[in-house]
């Protein structure tokens, strides 16, 4: 793997952690906004999973390209969240009321932007997964290409 690809390794690895990190705070937010852990433990899945995608995998330049673009809008995103819950501990602790603190239209706007963009990631994962087979299978017939007619393997 060139260093680019390591680069997106070390990436994605903050990145699942800070979507676990944050998932812990969530969980325990007021009953009405503990929805948001759900979306945000499927984005920490996805950043899981891509990262295991590409310790395995060499990307192509345009998709590792494309791997930390994703990454980058996944930490705005997890960082909009941890500023939401700064923004609105306070006056959650103070009021103890699910009612006051956390508008629901930033909710709203933020689990928006998180479920499009763990889309955005699953679908890219799909792309993935495609490339690898198809280079795998393209090097498979390569490779029996160059046996002899006749010949066994």
């Not at 960082?79 to 939401?84: F, G, S, T, V, Y």
């Not at 889309?119 to 029996?144: A, D, K, Q």
């Amino acid at each position: 793997m060139d260093s680019s690809s390591s680069i997106g390794l070390s990436e994605l690895g903050v990145a699942a952690q800070a979507a676990l990190d944050v998932w812990k705070i969530y969980k325990g937010a007021p009953p009405n906004h503990m929805a948001l852990s759900g979306d945000i433990a499927s984005l920490h899945i996805v950043l899981k999973e891509l990262q295991w995608q590409a310790e395995r995998n060499s990307l192509e330049p345009n998709l590792q390209q494309e791997l930390t673009g994703l990454v980058r809008q996944s930490q705005l995103v997890l960082k909009d969240l941890e500023a939401l819950v700064e923004e609105n501990t306070t006056s959650y602790n103070a009021t103890q009321s699910d009612s006051e603190g956390w508008s629901e239209e930033d909710i709203l706007e933020v689990k928006a932007r998180l479920v499009s963009l763990t889309n955005l990631m699953i679908g890219f994962n799909s792309n993935i997964t495609r490339y690898v087979v198809t280079v795998h299978i393209l090097g498979t017939l390569h490779t029996r290409a160059e046996i002899p007619r006749g010949r066994a393997l």
